[in-house]
């Protein structure tokens, strides 16, 4: 079936760096972009940025500029955000979401969610 | 950038309440919008699309409406299992999509 399965759960120091997988399975993986949203504890969702699986584009949220890459590797379907200079209010649960475009843009798939801690 | 406004952040409902959320964009988005819902601990889940287009295999108790700034997802009858946070996305400023603050619906 389709689906987005992410990497584990992470604890990191301040100033570290985090990288986060979604592997994707059941679909054809270049056909449709991969977003990535973030949550806060008790907070709401954060529109991270955007990739497309055809040629690499990427979009990022203006508060994440420079400190965040997002990255694909076709050849195992896989999906990646890092994000560097962690603080502490990068503690979140983050998401990766298929963008459909038969839908809009809008995101029929999601991943599990990867808790990010950040923590001295 | 366009913000999203959701109305109200909390309700309270019983089961078979008729519910409405709204939405309203700080610029005109035709009807590039779609609604989410999330329960504690899980994924999002696509509920609507395109305003009022209900994803498959969404209840149709479900159902959305509007364009321009102003946009409501009604659920008619709610039920036990509809007890969530919801959230909506302007989908007009692909692939930039920021969603609104949520609503959270308690039974």
């Known amino acids: 079936q389709v689906q987005l399965v992410q990497s584990g759960g992470e604890v990191k120091k301040p100033g570290a760096s985090v990288k986060v997988s979604c592997k994707a399975s059941g679909y054809t993986f270049s056909s449709f972009a991969i977003s990535w949203v973030r949550q806060a504890p008790g907070q709401g969702l954060e529109w991270m940025g955007w990739i497309s699986t055809d040629n690499g584009d990427t979009n990022f949220a203006q508060s994440l500029q420079g400190r965040v890459t997002m990255t694909t590797d076709t050849s195992t379907r896989t999906a990646y955000m890092e994000l560097r200079s962690l603080r502490s209010d990068d503690t979140a649960v983050y998401y990766c979401?298929?963008?459909?475009?038969?839908?809009?843009?809008?995101?029929?798939?999601w991943g599990q969610g990867t808790m990010v801690t950040v923590s001295s | 950038d366009i913000q999203l406004t959701q109305s109200p952040s909390f309700l309270s409902a019983s089961v078979g309440d008729r519910v409405t959320i709204t939405c309203r964009a700080s610029q005109g988005i035709s009807r590039y919008l779609a609604w989410y819902q999330q329960k504690p601990g899980k994924a999002p889940k696509l509920l609507i699309y395109a305003a009022s287009t209900l994803q498959s295999g969404v209840p149709s108790r479900f159902s959305g409406s509007g364009s321009g700034t102003e946009f409501t997802l009604t659920i008619s009858g709610l039920q036990p299992e509809d007890f969530a946070t919801y959230y909506c996305?302007?989908?007009?400023?692909?692939?930039?999509?920021?969603f609104g603050g949520g609503t959270k619906v308690e039974i």
């Open positions: 979401a298929r963008n459909s475009p038969r839908l809009w843009g809008s995101f029929d798939v």
């Open positions: 996305q302007q989908l007009n400023t692909y692939p930039v999509l920021a």
